[in-house]
């Protein structure tokens, strides 16, 4: 069987489901990739604001830590290190941890929760149940999402990643 030099893929045309199937995974997969480069970017951070000279020291103490206490060691270190020369620093990195701390409540409700797709075409086809096991309150959690609503909570994320690499930037630590 031959086949045109020029022609890599054989494109399918997809249906409803496979469709809604496609862009649901890839906007997940976008999603826990950017919640993961910001875990690794505020560990960097971390690393940087305790020895500068050689980030690495830090790193034994960082790989044992999650992202909630990452986003509190930063905190400390950012306070401990500006408090009294640079109140702007503080005040910058502390409302962004806030704001970063919502995102890694969101993130482990959807990474340890129940996702589904519907059977059938609906406005909002993406289902999500938080693990909970108090079944009466679990009910009152369940959501449902559009694909485009799933988009603006992907690209929520992003945007605090973006803003944690735009304050990095506005604020050389090092």
Same mark, same amino acid.
């Given at each position: 069987?031959?086949?045109?030099?020029? =022609?890599?893929?054989?494109i399918?045309?997809?249906?409803?489901f496979?469709t809604?199937?496609?862009?649901?995974?890839?906007?997940?997969?976008? %999603?826990?990739?950017?919640?993961?480069q910001l875990?690794?970017?505020?560990?960097?951070t971390?690393?940087?604001?305790?020895?500068?000279n050689?980030?690495?020291?830090? %790193?034994?103490?960082?790989?044992?830590?999650?992202?909630?206490d990452?986003?509190?060691?930063?905190?400390?270190?950012? =306070?401990? =290190?500006?408090?009294e020369?640079?109140?702007?620093?503080?005040k910058?990195?502390?409302e962004?941890?806030?704001k970063a701390?919502?995102?890694?409540?969101?993130?482990?409700?959807?990474?340890h929760? %129940?996702w589904?797709?519907?059977g059938?075409?609906?406005e909002?086809?993406?289902f999500?149940?938080?693990?909970?096991?108090?079944?009466?309150?679990r009910?009152?959690?369940n959501q449902?999402?559009?694909?485009?609503e799933f988009?603006?909570?992907?690209d929520?994320? =992003?945007?605090?990643?973006?803003?944690?690499?735009n304050?990095?930037?506005?604020?050389?630590?090092?």
């Amino acid at each position: 069987m031959e086949s045109a030099p020029n =022609k890599l893929y054989e494109i399918k045309k997809l249906d409803y489901f496979e469709t809604i199937n496609y862009e649901f995974s890839r906007n997940f997969v976008e %999603y826990i990739k950017n919640y993961n480069q910001l875990d690794q970017n505020i560990g960097i951070t971390i690393a940087w604001l305790v020895s500068c000279n050689n980030p690495r020291l830090a %790193y034994p103490m960082i790989k044992k830590l999650n992202t909630h206490d990452k986003m509190c060691v930063l905190k400390e270190v950012v =306070k401990n =290190k500006f408090n009294e020369t640079n109140q702007e620093i503080v005040k910058a990195y502390c409302e962004w941890i806030e704001k970063a701390s919502t995102t890694r409540t969101e993130r482990n409700q959807f990474i340890h929760g %129940y996702w589904h797709l519907s059977g059938s075409v609906t406005e909002k086809p993406i289902f999500f149940s938080p693990i909970s096991w108090d079944i009466e309150a679990r009910a009152d959690k369940n959501q449902n999402f559009s694909l485009d609503e799933f988009r603006v909570i992907v690209d929520e994320l =992003k945007a605090v990643c973006t803003e944690f690499g735009n304050l990095r930037k506005r604020y050389i630590i090092c």
